[in-house]
């Protein structure tokens, strides 16, 4: 037995059979102690004792990411539910590659990986995972304008990349020793399918394989670029979390399986994939094309004066720009058929009624249009909350609150939830069908145009809101010895 420290003069053979017994629980008590604390035993307890839920992610679109409201993401809103739940606090861990993630988790220094990570043979060997709580698909993606691949037998040879550590390498190896041996690829490192993307749109690499929950979300950034084939044809793949493997996760287990039942069931997780993900959803390449033309070449002269009324009026910025160009393409004399200016495209009423002298006038017109869109908010029912209270505003502030309510009465009439967005919007396009708008107290509206302006809107949104976030994303550490001269690299340095 050896001994790290004791008293000066004391022997362990001298102490007394019951100071010795006690001595010994004493040891035992703070080694289950550290154990609760730095691994091993039960997790679940660990968690609540500890009061903080441990989450190693990636920082992504798709994941986890900073914007003007703080922290943000589909798998940190996820996370932060559990935490909730659990009643503890959340505390997030940024893993700049996908091995990093792995061994974070490998090290237990976190209780959990929330990253879009998918379920393979070889994660699932050494880490216990949740069940599904999303599907997904490995795909293919290459320059519009080329050829476009059809199979894997066509982008053997040709240069391909994919990230380091992922599934799809997992796949990859698969597909080359199964009868494609001549299938290359490039493991690129980071774990974040941006760098892939641009490495696609700038012409260093022919294809990249990517899946498609976050090709979906960042392709409106990238237009030139569009989806040749599934990697692994009718299959999709299962999004899970992977826990820490150096502890008893058979109740943390039990318990994110409850969790994620109960999210299936009161129709939260479902809420959290539209709000994450649903502006992506029938939006045309060429659209997308368009608007990040008009990003680089049009905005700058306003962007300013956008940034300083949504400040004046509290909104987000990358809001009311995406608002404004919905209406006018950023064109401060635009002038509709039926008489609508302006950069926000205001009606002669409407600006009579919130103060606006000259619609023509980019400040006046920002200024008149946020007035609005904030008293239309304030209109609605308490019950709709953020983020469908904005959707169903900019519902209002193309169709008007009257028609909005008649699609919130079909809505619930047909059994579905008048405060959600995704309900509402569902049933807008009815009230352009005579066997509906005659039960309706405003009539017949152009209720698809609405829901198809607020989906614009929300998507050029999530342009400027993606384009502000890649610019300004944390670097990984930096590695010292990459910048030290020659001569020094390799030395062991003390660094003070």
């Given at each position: ?67 003007r ?7 940190y ?23 990093e ?12 990986a ?109 237009p ?29 287990q ?21 709000q ?32 300083q ?72 029912p ?62 017949y ?5 609405a ?43 003390s660094?003070?």
């Open positions: 037995m050896s001994v790290g420290y004791r008293p000066h003069g004391a022997r362990i053979t001298d102490m007394h059979p019951r100071t010795m017994t006690v001595a010994l629980g004493l040891t035992l008590a703070l080694l289950y102690l550290l154990s609760a604390c730095n691994g091993g035993g039960d997790a679940l307890q660990r968690i609540q004792s500890r009061g903080e839920l441990q989450v190693v992610t990636r920082n992504s679109p798709t994941t986890y990411y900073i914007d409201d703080g922290a943000n993401g589909f798998e809103a996820l996370a932060g539910l559990l935490a909730r739940e659990l009643g503890v606090d959340l505390k997030i861990q940024i893993a700049f590659t996908l091995d993630l792995f061994e974070t988790l490998n090290r237990d220094e976190a209780d959990l929330a990253a879009g990570l998918t379920l393979t043979e070889q994660r699932q060997e050494h880490f216990p995972h949740s069940s599904s709580y999303y599907k997904l698909k490995p795909q293919v993606v290459y320059v519009a304008g080329k050829t476009r691949p059809t199979g894997i037998e066509m982008i053997a040879g040709r240069r391909t990349v994919v990230l380091a550590d992922s599934s799809h390498v997992e796949e990859l190896r698969r597909l080359q020793q199964s009868g494609s041996p001549d299938l290359q690829w490039e493991e690129v490192p980071g774990a974040d399918t941006m760098d892939l993307l641009e490495m696609l749109d700038t012409g260093e690499a022919e294809f990249a394989v990517i899946d498609s929950n976050e090709f979906e979300v960042q392709r409106s950034l990238y030139r670029l569009k989806v040749a084939f599934d990697l692994l044809a009718d299959t999709e793949q299962d999004m899970v979390w992977y826990l820490a493997p150096g502890a008893d996760n058979a109740r943390l039990a318990y994110i399986e409850q969790f994620f039942g109960r999210l299936r069931q009161d129709g939260t997780l479902d809420r959290l994939r539209e994450y993900f649903g502006h992506t959803e029938g939006f045309s390449r060429m659209s997308s094309h368009t608007f990040t033309n008009n990003m680089r070449t049009t905005l700058p002269p306003y962007k300013k004066l956008i940034q009324v949504a400040e004046e009026y509290q909104l987000d910025w990358q809001l009311l720009a995406a608002i404004a160009y919905q209406e006018s393409h950023w064109d401060p004399r635009a002038t509709s058929p039926t008489g609508v200016r302006g950069l926000m495209m205001l009606t002669t009423a409407t600006a009579k009624e919130i103060g606006v002298s000259n619609r023509l006038d980019p400040l006046q017109s920002l200024r008149g249009g946020s007035r609005y869109l904030k008293i239309l908010r304030r209109r609605l308490k019950s709709i909350r953020e983020p469908d209270r904005t959707w169903f505003a900019l519902a209002a502030y193309n169709i008007g609150l009257g028609h909005l309510e008649d699609a919130r009465v079909l809505t619930q009439r047909q059994g579905g939830d008048p405060d959600l967005w995704q309900d509402v919007m569902a049933r807008l396009p009815l009230l352009q069908k005579s066997s509906h708008y005659k039960k309706t107290r405003y009539g509206a152009r209720g698809a145009e829901a198809n302006y607020v989906q614009n809107i929300r998507h050029y949104h999530n342009i400027l809101n993606w384009q502000d976030i890649s610019d300004n994303k944390p670097l990984p550490p930096l590695k010292i010895e990459e910048y030290l001269p020659q001569v020094l690299r390799g030395s062991k340095l660094v003070l």
